[in-house]
């Protein structure tokens, strides 16, 4: 057991110690804000405070964790043994840097409540973030100043009880259009066939009219494929399929198809299969719960895991939502476009609401890249090259390894093979 001393027990406070040291460590902790407590205690102990107590492993904090709301904070980026980190301690401080106040800064995405300009789905856009401007987007730093924090740890208590984490790699399956051409209903197909024609698409069209005579040629037809990986390597593999009805930006198959519905109750034989919620269903508690019931009453099971349809996260409104319809874990932060960890973690983590100055009662998976981040390479060797150096970086601190791939990018017709290459990522990192 390790005794944190402060002079005060925010939410902030006991939020962000208990991500660091139990969440990511694997260290059991207690507080207090009691002098005399603190000094009769026997076992290890640290003090997060301006000023030490004695001789105790102190580290100097810095204001953020004892404020409320949201400030303008003047964020420079140094280096800590090689590795960016902000937020610089005094020198009598054991570490040289207040890395919890830094690590909730990231971790509850601090800067997105800021003043930004949104794209044009209303996402946050990557290249306003601190860690994208400051070349650190591709580092797990939250976990890596842990494992830091924790060798100079044990340096000082040696006999400091830990349970150690595992690494764990999950691979999310997107299923926005689970086919491109079969099960469509005559309208949609027939509108499909004339835009072909009348754009002089010839192979699409071709295509078209080979999978109303065999379904199963669907380019966007990769289930049996994916199923056969999961078996092969043993996959923690997790699907996540769109049931809503058509829009502009939801274009799947009808929701009350019965070939569609009969395919996801296949997968569920397999796999986890959990709600990737719509566009339309952005800011409408009332459709995401539509949807949530309606998937649920295909599969004959509790729906708890959610994805946003484009990765749109509107930080805490969308996680609001989401624990308004039910949702226990969500799966959506980072970013399509560029690799890496939007939130500086590989670990899970629960969302902190700072408007409420609250912990929400939703888990956040990051994932590590979304495959559209890397549709624009034209090599394999080199997709497979920025894969592993984010491995490389959850391995060594036995952090969470989420890739997103949609059963779309595996069909499309590319210079490199979508599929193989899968299969390369998850046969070296897996494990």
């Known amino acids: 057991m390790l005794l944190i001393y402060t002079h005060k027990i925010t939410p902030r406070f006991s939020y962000v110690m208990r991500q660091v040291f ?63 980190c902000f937020f610089i301690a005094s020198e009598n401080s054991a570490i040289p840097f207040d890395i919890f106040s830094a690590s909730f800064y990231l971790i509850s995405r601090y800067e997105e409540y800021l003043p930004h300009v949104k794209d044009v789905h209303g996402r946050f856009s990557p290249k306003d973030s601190l860690a994208y401007k400051n070349n650190f987007l591709r580092l797990p730093v939250i976990d890596i100043w842990a494992h830091k924090l924790l060798d100079r740890l044990l340096e000082r208590f040696p006999d ?10 999950t691979s999310i399956i997107d299923v926005t259009s689970s086919h491109c051409f079969a099960h469509r209903g005559f309208t949609r197909s027939l509108a499909g066939l004339v835009l072909d024609l009348g754009n002089f698409r010839l192979r699409r069209l071709f295509n078209r009219i080979a999978v109303w005579f065999n379904p199963k040629k ?65 800011n409408d508690s009332e459709l995401l719960k539509k949807e949530k019931k309606n998937l649920e009453g295909v599969i004959n099971r509790q729906v708890e895991y959610s994805r946003i349809r484009y990765n749109r996260v509107d930080v805490p409104q969308t996680y609001r939502d989401l624990v308004d319809a039910g949702f226990t874990d969500d799966f ?38 979304h495959d559209y981040a890397l549709h624009e390479d034209t090599s394999s060797n080199d997709i497979i090259n920025k894969v592993k150096a984010l491995y490389q970086e959850v391995k060594k601190v036995n952090g969470s390894f989420i890739s997103v791939f949609s059963n779309e990018l595996l069909g499309t017709v590319h210079s490199l093979n979508w599929k193989e290459t899968y299969e390369t990522i998850i046969s070296k990192y897996h494990v």
């Open 332 to 369: 959506t932060m980072g970013y399509t476009h560029e690799i890496g960890f939007r939130a500086g973690t590989s670990f899970p983590f629960y969302l902190y609401d700072i408007n409420m100055e609250v912990r929400q009662p939703i888990r956040v998976h990051s994932f590590a890249f």
């Open 160 to 169: 400091l009880e830990i349970k150690r984490k595992s690494y764990k790699y």
């Open 22 to 84: 139990t969440r990511i460590l694997g260290i059991e902790i207690s507080f207090t804000t009691k002098v005399e407590d603190f000094i009769k205690h026997s076992g290890a102990k640290i003090t997060y405070t301006k000023q030490p107590l004695q001789n105790e492993f102190f580290v100097r904090s810095n204001d953020l964790l004892f404020e409320q709301g949201i400030n303008d904070i003047e964020i420079k980026v140094l280096e800590w043994e090689g590795v960016p």
């Open 218 to 282: 669907d380019p966007y037809n990769n289930f049996e494929f994916l199923i056969d990986m999961k078996k092969k390597y043993k996959l923690n593999c997790m699907f996540f399929f769109q049931f809503a009805s058509y829009s502009t930006y939801d274009k799947n198959v009808s929701p009350n198809n019965n070939n569609f519905r009969f395919l996801i109750k296949s997968i569920a034989d397999y796999c986890k299969v959990s709600l990737a919620t719509s566009y339309s269903s952005f």
